[in-house]
């Protein structure tokens, strides 16, 4: 999202909590699936990796499960191979 030029995710995109989780970790962690891609849209690394080298996928597929929640999610382009 760009207010006046300048993008008001930018702030969060090279932050990490002291465990080395990113703000794109742990919205797919939490599954907040649209501001994922708004932090991937935004620039995000989906690369980058925490203390324990998981990286945005990994904490997607580790998230807690909820009851019913089925099919995919997380952010486009993480399949194996892209």
């Known amino acids: 999202m760009i207010v ?3 993008c008001v995710l930018c702030p969060f995109l090279c ?3 002291k465990d080395g989780w990113t703000a794109l970790m742990l919205a797919s962690h939490n ?4 501001t ?3 932090l ?4 995000a690394d989906k690369e ?8 945005a996928r990994d904490a997607f597929a580790n998230r807690p499960m ?3 929640e089925g099919g995919s999610g997380g952010v486009e382009g ?4 892209d």
Do not use: F, M, P, S
């Open 48 to 55: 980058a990796k925490n203390k324990v080298r998981d990286c």
């Open 66 to 68: 909820v009851r019913g």
């Open 31 to 34: 599954g907040h699936t649209a």
């Open 4 to 6: 006046h030029g300048w």
């Open 36 to 38: 994922a891609q708004l």
């Open 15 to 17: 932050v990490n909590t």
């Open 78 to 81: 993480d399949e194996e191979g």
């Open 40 to 43: 991937v849209e935004a620039g």
